[in-house]
């Protein structure tokens, strides 16, 4: 089993930038890839951003990309998303997830954290 601890998220007027930090545990970090999702309300989750332990192996949603950076620090066992230029359309519970490497599904979940973007 994999836990998954989010912090950060809130509420940031349109332009603004929030941070979100997700720290996993219960297994060596380097089994898993971990990522980002969204769901907004009425729409289906979403995968914002990925990450497997390096900057160069990260994977971005087209809608996020360029105002969004997912780093990540393998001591730590910590993957976080700056989110920068945010929009109304940003908002939604953004998840912390992650799945053993070299297979297709997250199967690990944080709890969710509120990101709302708004005047």
Sequence with gaps: QVQLVES???LVQPGGSLRLSCVASGRAPSLLTMGWF????GKERELVAASYWS???T????SVKGRFTISSDIAKSMV???MNSLKPEDTAVYYCAAKFR???DYKFWG??????VSS
Excluded: C, F, I, K
């Design 38 to 41: 969204r769901q907004a309300p």
């Design 8 to 10: 950060g998220g809130g």
């Design 102 to 104: 070299g297979t297709e």
């Design 55 to 57: 900057p160069t192996a």
């Design 111 to 116: 709890r969710g954290t509120q990101v709302t």
């Design 59 to 62: 994977y971005y949603a087209d």
């Design 80 to 82: 976080s998303l700056q």
